[in-house]
């Protein structure tokens, strides 16, 4: 290429330069060598081209000359060829300007010769072609579409021409093809072509081998690795790998305690890829028991277990990645149970007190236990305590009852504490109990019973009416009035008398009291019955005899029955002259209406005519003769008998025994006759002292009752008579007990034998027969005594008397 002139003043000197050049340049030559030839490579011949003498040359000095540093090429000045002097790249001196042509001057001396000499370097293949880089990454997101083209920096020739890049070629493979474009700036370039989709789950990178290849002869060529890294989009949803995790705890895990690890994978990566856990749809009271590590997946107790509350937990898990999907499992949570619940007791329904009547088998209380666990732990059993008469009895589940099993007796316990136990079926077990506080409640099964079986009670006679005579106690254990005793008398009669109006008891201490005096000669013992009531409804009661017995007391004389001692009869007994010493002339016969020791009679003589004639047995009363009777003994004797008893402050009667001692029965009679005109006077003197007695006693009763009717009349209430422990009957006394004759009817409380004369002066003495009533008929003589005292006969065939006894004779008397 010539030189360019731009600027107007360069102009001149251009064109200057120009004409000068045109001149010189007549004889332009142009050679053509390859390049990368070696050195002395002749181009041409100079010499033959211009013309010259080669042996000139070098006197003309000759001479190539190339501007600049560089020779290149030279003249041989031997042979005149333009030969090559350093090996000529084409491509460093014409890069890619073709046809590259570099000038030379070929320069003669003497005379100046100037030719110029145009150099066209040929180009030879001797570059491959070359990609920038060796390699080529490339990020191409997964989500590019097909048909996406990528373009690849073009591969550079430094050749020309043919030498330079022709095509490239890559490597087949599945997800890219190639296109190549021609541009003028650009030359040839390839553009890679999305053949299918990418997936870089599937495949993270690809690797492409693109050749570029040049026309040459032989080709060159040059490769390029195109690294595809395929960029990660969220197209994938973490996924669980369970769907579902199951998994048990125990109730009461402590805050902390690991439950499961649910762990989920996205294939995604860098964010995509990052998961995050987390309760999906979980109801409150659940997040507040469990806890989910987002970055572990870690499920933890925050809170209390309760198996109780819920003995499952479903939750749902969500896993999302940080481009927003998300996947889903469950989490089944299942508690097992602990036994942490103690059973309760409750009690349904008690009867409370309970009469202690009840049957065995009633049922008393409902007993329910519960368990909140479950399973065995909530499999509740119940005891009691032992040795109790209540049992308990499984009814319907978890329902107990409470029976009795014995009798109950209040008397015996009247409150029991029954303590129910319940167990559970746990391991450890857990129990509890309760106390039930039982009541029994009276029943009045109990009638009063009497502290003895009998009682016996002592009374003197002749007691203070109203004097208590004995007690008797009836206990009963029942509650309240239940067990309140109250006493009364039975109602019955002894003698044909009510025995209220002998005796009253005390309603409420079960003090007996006499209301009258007694009597042992009249009435020896008897029975009253007591009965002794609760206050109960019903009411109980049971009795028991009290046996009264009177005791004697040395209130009687002895009465001497014989010799008959009344005024106007006497007696007179004939004793034989003849009699012997120790013959049995008389008899004193003598009762003591008392008994024992007050019965026992003694006789003694305490005056006589002839003192040494007649002895009297001491115990028997028998009269006999101590000596032989003589004939000088006096006629009439008598004798003074005194009769006495043993009892303490003793009593004695005396008789007279007139005896005649004679053989002959007139001298008896007149004697007899005697005696009748003497008891005349003393019978009228008797009459007279019965009746001022009968009028004495009468005025005195009037008293006594104007007395009690001013005091009934005070108080005002007329059945008071009985109020209190002791009433006195005003004015009831037993029938007639003693009878006077003729001198009315003498009402007595006394009853004894009367022993009166009847003023007939045939008949001495009589018995009384009301002795008949009053006497046990058991308690009487064995024998029945007939007494006869008929004149002239001796009485000593009597059978041995009691003392104690008390006869029922009868003697008939005739004079
Ligand atoms: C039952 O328990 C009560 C109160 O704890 C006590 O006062 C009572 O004495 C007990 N009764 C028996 C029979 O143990
Ligand atoms: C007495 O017994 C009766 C039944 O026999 C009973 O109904 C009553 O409650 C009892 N009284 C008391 C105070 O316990
Ligand atoms: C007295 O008790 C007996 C048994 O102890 C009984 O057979 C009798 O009927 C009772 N009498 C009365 C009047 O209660």
New binding site residues.
């Given amino acids: 290429m010539g030189n360019t002139c731009y600027a107007t003043e360069w102009q001149v000197i251009c064109i200057y330069f120009f004409l000068a050049v045109l001149h010189v340049s007549l004889g332009d030559f142009r050679y053509s060598v390859p390049e990368e030839t070696k050195n002395r490579y002749i181009i041409g011949s100079l010499t033959h081209d211009f013309n010259l003498d080669f042996k000139l040359l070098r006197a003309r000095r000759a001479r190539v000359d190339y501007q600049g540093s560089r020779r290149y090429c030279d003249i041989h000045l031997d042979t005149g060829d333009f030969i090559v002097l350093e090996r000529m790249d084409r491509e460093k001196l014409c890069g890619q300007t073709s046809p590259c042509l570099i000038h030379f001057e070929f320069i003669l001396e003497s005379p100046l010769e100037l030719h110029n000499i145009a150099l066209e370097i040929q180009d030879i293949n001797d570059n491959a072609p070359s990609f920038p880089k060796d390699v080529i990454k490339l990020e191409i997101s997964e989500t590019a579409p097909k048909g996406s083209r990528f373009q690849i920096a073009g591969a550079r020739d430094p050749d020309v021409g043919v030498n330079s890049v022709k095509t490239y070629i890559l490597r087949p493979n599945k997800h890219f093809g190639l296109d190549i474009h021609t541009s003028n700036e650009r030359g040839k370039y390839g553009e890679i072509v999305l053949k299918s989709t990418l997936d870089r789950e599937k495949e993270r990178e690809h690797s492409l081998l693109l050749t570029a290849v040049d026309g040459g002869d032989p080709p060159r060529s040059g490769t390029v690795i195109i690294n595809i890294v395929v960029l990660d989009s969220n197209d994938n949803a973490p996924v669980f790998l369970n769907a579902l995790y199951k998994v048990s705890i125990l109730e009461n895990s402590l805050p902390g305690t690991f439950v499961a690890k649910v762990s989920a994978t996205d294939k995604d990566e860098g964010a995509n890829g990052e998961i995050n856990y987390d309760f999906n749809h979980v109801s409150e009271s659940t997040k507040q028991l469990f806890d989910i590590d987002s970055k572990s997946g870690e499920i933890k107790v925050i809170g209390k277990i309760d198996f109780e509350e819920s003995a499952s937990y479903e939750i749902e898990i969500q896993a999302e990645d940080g481009g927003g999907q998300a996947g889903h499992c469950r989490v089944l949570v299942q508690i097992t149970d602990v036994n942490d619940n103690i059973p309760a007791i409750i009690v349904k329904s008690i009867s409370n007190p309970i009469?202690e009547n009840l049957p065995p088998g009633t049922e008393i209380a409902i007993i329910n236990v519960m368990d909140q666990d479950s399973g065995e732990n909530s499999k509740v059993t119940c005891t009691m305590s032992p040795n109790l008469p209540f049992k308990l009895q499984t009814s319907i589940r978890n329902y107990f009852t409470l029976v009795t099993e014995a009798g109950l007796d209040r008397e015996e316990y009247s409150e029991y504490n029954v303590t129910v136990t319940a167990t559970d079926g746990g391991s450890p077990s857990l129990s509890s109990s309760k106390i039930l506080h039982l009541i029994i409640?009276?029943?009045?099964?109990n009638p009063p019973t009497f502290d003895q079986q009998s009682y016996s009670a002592y009374v003197t006679e002749n007691n203070v009416p109203g004097s208590s005579i004995s007690s008797v106690t009836a206990r009963d254990p029942?509650?309240?009035?239940?067990g309140t005793v109250t006493y009364a008398l039975l109602p019955s009669e002894v003698n044909g008398i009510s025995v209220a109006s002998i005796f009253s008891i005390n309603r409420d201490s079960g003090v007996i009291h006499a209301v009258r005096s007694f009597d042992y000669e009249q009435l020896r013992s008897f029975k009253v019955h007591v009965v002794a009531k609760d206050n109960?409804?019903?009411q109980l009661s049971s009795n028991v005899t009290v046996s009264v017995f009177i005791t004697d007391q040395n209130d009687n004389s002895p009465q001497i029955l014989y010799p008959a001692q009344s005024g106007n009869s006497f007696m007179t007994e004939m004793v034989p002259k003849a009699a012997q010493a120790g013959s049995l002339v008389s008899k004193v016969i003598a009762v003591d209406a008392d008994s024992g020791q007050n019965a026992w009679l003694s006789y003694q003589i305490v005056k006589s005519t002839d003192p040494g004639l007649f002895t009297i047995g001491v115990h028997s009363g028998e009269i006999r003769t101590q000596r032989d009777v003589s004939q000088s003994d006096i006629m009439k004797q008598n004798l003074i008998v005194l009769v006495k008893d043993n009892g303490q402050r003793s009593h004695s009667s005396t008789c007279t025994v007139n005896f005649v001692i004679s053989d002959d029965y007139s001298d008896y009679t007149s004697e007899m006759k005697d005696h009748a005109a003497r008891s005349e006077n003393m019978s009228n003197t008797t009459a007279y002292l019965v009746i001022a007695l009968a009028v004495v006693t009468f005025l005195f009763l009037v008293f006594i009752t104007l007395i009690l009717v001013v005091k009934v009349c005070r108080r005002g209430k007329p059945g008071l008579l009985f109020d209190g422990a002791v009433a006195i009957p005003s004015a009831h006394f037993p029938p007639n007990y003693a009878e006077v004759e003729g001198s009315g009817t003498l009402r007595h409380s006394y009853i004894y034998d009367t022993f009166l004369t009847t003023g007939s002066r045939t008949s001495d003495f009589k018995f009384v027969s009301s002795y008949d009533s009053t006497m046990p008929r058991d308690s009487t003589l064995k024998k029945e005594q007939k007494v006869s005292n008929e004149a002239g006969k001796t009485i000593g065939q009597e059978e041995d008397m009691s003392c104690e006894k008390s006869a029922e004779m009868q003697s008939d008397r005739s004079s």
């Fill in positions: 009469p409640a009276d029943i009045n099964d029942d509650w309240k009035q239940n109960g409804s019903p």
